[in-house]
């Protein structure tokens, strides 16, 4: 994901560089590395997104900064992110701590060469030169690995398939490779010939590198690939639905949802002329549409489908309940019914129209799992065989602690294993957060002196249940729990924080004492279960618009939230939910499996 950032990064500066990224008016701008980092992520989180299109739309008027908008938006904003949840959801951390592959490999090598294609530095300096040594460094690098590829697997037709090692037949047969071999001839064609633009454009084609490396991701891309079929059925039905809307909001709002840009003219024959603006300077006087467009079928399709987004659906639906009349700006209450047409738009063809979406995506990505992994090829017996083999290497039984010896650790042993010591707990830190939220702006010194009391008195108990659990348990016993060292080191940061006078950094440090809350999720399943599906493995290391442009921004707003935001996302959910499902179903059967024993040894 860093890798494809710096390089959409570099792309913006390298043409920004060259005039074609005059978009710095709009507040974005791409003069620095820093700059450029910051209005990327800006674009790829989405903050401000009607802000960073109007950049595109007015600020520039060269179709490279569109082309480079949409392809951002549509490989930053959902794709690359949805590899990256992929990255997190494949149990990764498999590999060894000490030790790195050749995928961690490759990934530190290509993330060590995007600072070396920054333009904004003096090709003169010492950091360019050696920046520079080490572009051509990992580009000879890439390029042995794949000669390395050719001589064991063949070009193309290749040695036969052996079937112990599992080497594929030709090294081009595979487009993963292929890919790679393109990689490698432009690095080394950019080297060669600097002064060609083109082929400094190319380079992006580097991250796929990292991201195809990874069976996992491959399974979410041949995914939304075998989707496609499916998703072209929606988009059809979805298309049939919108226009049923479309035809009726024309034919119910045609001419009465447009306005004067001068405020105070009502009407459409006296919005002529200028007049004087806020700023002091003369305006001229023109009438369109306002948030929502129904004057013709195509403009109210591009209304409907802003609306299916749920942008900006709440101040259309007010334009709409404000119209008076044909050429009459829209004012006050006056078709409140209005609300009726656009509330059910957003339930038949938003919600409706995008969970189809996410259904066929979800079918499609749970039937390629079942495929990859040979369960849908398996009889219900083998699938029960294979569950079971799974189960048995992931379940972690409990194990029940010795009494210590001596009547004092054996008494404080008695107590933290008490069935109700935990609960008790627990509502302690529930009632130590309770008393975290009581506090206010401007409150008295008397409840500020209570509330102290109060800090000190929860710390107090926590202090003593950790003394009775390290008495109890013992030392080694207690810190093997994780959950009871977190206990100690927020111990530790709540003794700081009081320590500390007010104003010179308590209440930041205080702020980690929530972490307590945490524990809480110990005791509830569903959250318990969210936080192993999404933990993080350590293997994740202007001048005035023109038609054309206006056009352009058109298709890209529809080309973005079809393909991109209508699959990709739910996509992700559909990692996402298939990950749940499978660690629901393990627990599950992890509790059956606690149980079982203890049922038959029972007997």
Request: with cysteine; net charge neutral; hydrophobic share 50%.
């Amino acid at each position: 994901m860093l890798a494809i950032v710096a390089n959409t990064v570099v792309l913006a500066m390298d043409r920004s560089s060259r005039g074609d990224g005059g978009v710095e008016d709009a507040g974005i701008a791409f003069d620095s590395f820093s700059e450029s980092v910051l209005a990327v992520l800006q674009i790829v989180t989405g903050d401000d997104f009607p802000l960073a299109m109007s950049a595109v739309a007015e600020g520039s008027g060269s179709g490279w900064s569109i082309a480079y908008f949409l392809l951002l938006q549509s490989f930053g904003a959902y794709i690359v992110i949805s590899l990256f949840v992929a990255v997190l959801l494949a149990k990764l951390a498999q590999q060894t701590d000490d030790s790195l592959d050749e995928e961690d490999f490759t990934s530190l090598a290509l993330a060590w060469r995007e600072k070396s294609l920054s333009p904004e530095l003096d090709p003169s300096s010492q950091l360019a030169v050696a920046l520079q040594w080490l572009n051509v460094v990992f580009a000879v690098l890439f390029a042995l690995e794949a000669a390395m590829k050719v001589v064991a697997l063949g070009l193309w037709t290749g040695p036969a398939p052996n079937s112990r090692l599992g080497l594929p037949q030709g090294y081009l047969r595979n487009a993963w490779n292929l890919i790679d071999a393109v990689a490698v001839v432009f690095s080394i064609a950019a080297l060669a010939l600097p002064s060609v633009g083109a082929l400094r454009v190319l380079r992006a084609v580097r991250p796929v590198r990292v991201v195809v490396r990874s069976p996992e991701i491959r399974i979410v891309l041949r995914a939304l690939l075998a989707a496609l079929p499916s998703i072209a059925n929606v988009t059809a039905l979805t298309l049939l639905l919108w226009t049923i809307f479309a035809i009726l909001g024309v034919s119910l709002f045609k001419g009465t949802l447009s306005s004067c840009t001068d405020p105070s003219v009502e009407t459409k024959a006296a919005c002529n002329g200028t007049f004087t603006g806020e700023d002091g300077s003369v305006v001229a006087r023109e009438w369109g549409p306002t948030a929502a467009d129904f004057d013709s079928y195509p403009g109210a399709m591009l209304t409907l489908f802003q609306a299916s987004t749920l942008s900006a659906w709440a101040e259309m639906a007010r334009v709409m309940m404000a119209a008076r009349g044909v050429d009459l700006a829209p004012s006050g209450n006056g078709s409140p019914f209005s609300l009726v047409y656009m509330a059910s738009f957003v339930v038949v063809g938003s919600w409706l129209c995008l969970q189809l979406f996410t259904g066929v995506v979800i079918d499609r990505f749970s039937q390629l799992r079942r495929e990859l992994d040979g369960s849908a090829f398996q009889t219900e017996k083998q699938r029960r065989w294979a569950n079971t083999r799974k189960l048995l290497r992931a379940v972690n039984l409990e194990v029940r602690n010795d009494p210590p010896a001596g009547c004092l650790r054996r008494a404080a042993f008695n107590v933290v294993e008490h069935a109700w010591f935990e609960p008790a707990v627990l509502g302690v830190i529930l009632a130590n957060t309770l008393a975290m939220t009581l506090q206010y702006y401007g409150q008295s010194p008397a409840w500020a002196a209570a509330l102290e009391t109060a800090d000190w008195v929860f710390l107090g108990i926590f202090t003593a249940e950790a003394c009775l659990k390290l008495l109890g348990l013992g030392p080694a016993v207690y810190f093997k729990d994780r959950w009871n060292a977190f206990d100690a080191a927020v111990l530790v940061v709540s003794y700081a924080s009081l320590a500390f006078p007010s104003g010179t950094g308590a209440p930041v440090l205080r702020v980690f004492r929530l972490g307590r809350v945490l524990r809480l999720v110990r005791r509830a399943r569903t959250l318990h279960n969210l936080f192993q599906t999404l933990g993080i493995m350590r293997s994740c290391r202007a001048a005035a618009p023109t038609p054309a442009g206006e056009s352009l921004v058109t298709l890209f707003f529809v080309v973005f939230m079809v393909t991109v935001s209508m699959s990709m996302l739910q996509l992700l959910i559909a990692v996402v939910i298939e990950t749940f499902t499978e660690r629901q179903e393990a627990d599950a059967q992890e509790e059956t499996l606690e149980r079982e024993p203890l049922r038959v040894w029972g007997r």
